[in-house]
């Protein structure tokens, strides 16, 4: 059973979880799949991956079979298990509790190769669609406070298949860094009794310098104190504490949005390897006129030092106007997706 | 000038320094000098670094000329710069400042090749002594509140030279993870009136799994919440709030301490890549009673994907026990420094 347990100075929670590297010596890099026909995540392998949670499929296929476009599957080496009490007990001075909470994958699509920026913006939206659903049925779970979805993607982002793919972990707290945001909202609002990310929105709406693109209902743009060289954020401009809100139509605009972001990452940045994390408000609905959900998008192209490490604080090489005026004007008309990504081997 | 800017909602503030890296283009890794006759860093190449702010050296030799067995010089490509104003400033609804500070490079041998393993008691104590000697005297510059001692070791924990050496940079704001720790100081402070760092020992040395060695007046353990494999903490036993306030006696055997730790992750883990920070007390000597310096190492085998990022909290495959025990139980007594890491070519 992994184990939850928390800094004493500090307060942040830590998962060790020793059942997904086993030997001290074992610290090697992970090998990927390049070959499909070897891929767990491609149709025909269902069998290698743990049974699913739910699908996309043709009308009358199976489940566990081929027929599927997206697919949810438990992680078979989560990070936390799903089974068993949460057992909050000290350990000397120490806290401690048992590693509860749910790990799962999406795979995007059945077509390894394939990735976002490949799909159309129906495709897309499938995928933030099954983020709702398992949002909206974990959620259910009283066990869990928080559920945070999020994609690695390339070797250096700690991505381990190639195979395009999402994740999500429901925890039992709420993680540090969304409960920092939480905070800085609640001081924000107590102060002014305004949404500080719809602030943010006006004042980057007005200063234009940061904006990559304006997609209707959404934004993505480069943050005034970026940590690293081109983050990005995309954020609905209306107020909107949940990313579970959305209407349909928002649903598809954000799909574009999302697509068209990382396509402007992707040919500016010679196709880095990236993290994005959503960040939504906790399961509880606390902070509904604080919070404001968002994507951060993190390109991989930096090496964090010990400076960084030490003080917690950034060294960003690369202005965030520098690097929005680089995305904003990118011509992306001329991509075209490599048609091996383009049909199920 | 280089920029300070403070994140709107978690109040983290961001170096942007785009002096260092001109190009959006340019995130290639940074060559190493492999071979020592071009390394700048090494005797007879003084001119091409910054002239020394101060050195140990042979009486009667000149400044950046040969002749020193240990060298501080001014970054030469600083992340903040020495002159000038902090100039607090809104832009709207954000805030900025220069970005004021001291960035110094502790060049630690005239031996290119040598490392701290390899290096006499005396001399790792000369770069504590360095360290002591620099923040003294950039603790008298009352726009600085906080001087963080670091290195980094290898390509993977961000080293660009090979040569040994540790950086120093003198802030005008406390670090965001400093200023974590003493708060949480505080908060325990406030309910037990005790240093939450002392109970830590106490409690690590009751307990003995997470010690990896005793070293009269220090304890090198692994954190009972450990954020990565192998992460190791080296704190004094006593209460000590400043790294400024040990004895002589202690500088030595905190150089033994250091020495030893870093030569059984160099042992374990097959020389890895690793970062070392310093956390002492602010210079306003503010929580004298609350807080206990420490130092942080941490070797890079893992790699930090979008959950941690998202979230803020880290998935460790490794338990701290695991961790400790391997360290603890290895044999450093064979361990020989290669013959050309002891001369000055």
Redesign the interface.
Known sequence: MPEL??????????????E??QR??S?SPVIRSKEAARCPFCPGNEDATPPEVMAYRQSGSEPNRPGWRLRVISNKYP?LKVEGPLDRQP????DKMNGIGAHEVIIETPVHGKDIVDMTDFEVRDILWSYRERMTDLERDIRFKYI?V???YG?????SLEHAHS?L?A?PII????M??L???RR?YGFKERC??C??VR?EI??QVRIIKDHDAFVAFT?????L??ETCIIPKSHQSSFLEMSDSEYLNLASCLKDTLLRIKL???D?SF?????TRPISRDAQDQYHWHI?I?PK???????E????????????E??AA?LRDLDTSSYRPDEASQAVK
Do not use: C, M
């Open positions: 347990r928390k800094d004493p100075i500090i307060g942040r929670w830590v998962i060790i979880s020793t997904r590297r001290p010596t610290f990070a350990q000397g001075i120490y945070l999020f994609k690695n070797e250096a982002a700690g991505a994740q972990i925890t993680p540090k860094r969304v920092e945001e905070e800085g909202a924000y500080i990310y602030d943010i004042q007005t200063d943050p005034f104190a970026s940590r060289p081109f500016a940045l010679n880095p993290n994005y994390v959503l960040h951060e993190i192209l930096t090496k964090r030092a010990g400076f490490w030490g003080s917690g604080f950034y060294i960003n090489p690369t202005a965030p520098e690097a680089f």
